[in-house]
């Protein structure tokens, strides 16, 4: 069974930085693309970043470009997630998810609350 762990969310002011971690058991991480995704009341979930298994290609949503970094570490079944220059709507539950290679399975973790003061 695949499961996915958050951590590092919590509460920033505007302007402030957070890093979000997602620790993932199993073998399966490594040939794995891994992402964050995002949601907020009212809104649906939206795509915030995606990094390939090899961690060469990674994708950005166009409302965190050039402030959000993505990265994984494949020693330690780890990605994690350098959010800088926070904003008010990036409020929100921040998703870790993995899909697999072959089959495209998706899994998902609980979640972790990031809330961003004006």
């Known amino acids: 069974q695949v499961q996915l762990v958050e951590s590092g969310g919590g509460e920033v002011q505007a302007g402030g930085s957070l890093r979000l971690s997602c620790g993932v058991s199993g073998p399966i991480f490594k040939t794995s693309a891994m992402g964050w995704w995002r949601q907020s009341p009212g809104k649906e979930r939206e795509l915030v970043a995606t990094i390939a298994s090899g961690g060469q290609v990674v994708r950005y949503g166009d409302a965190v470009k050039v402030r959000f970094t993505l990265s994984r570490d494949n020693a330690k079944n780890m990605v994690h997630l350098q959010m800088d220059s926070l904003r008010p709507e990036d409020t929100g539950t921040y998703y870790c998810?993995?899909?697999?290679?072959?089959?495209?399975?998706?899994?998902w973790g609980k979640g972790t609350l990031v809330t961003v003061s004006s």
């Open positions: 998810n993995l899909e697999t290679s072959l089959l495209f399975l998706n899994y």
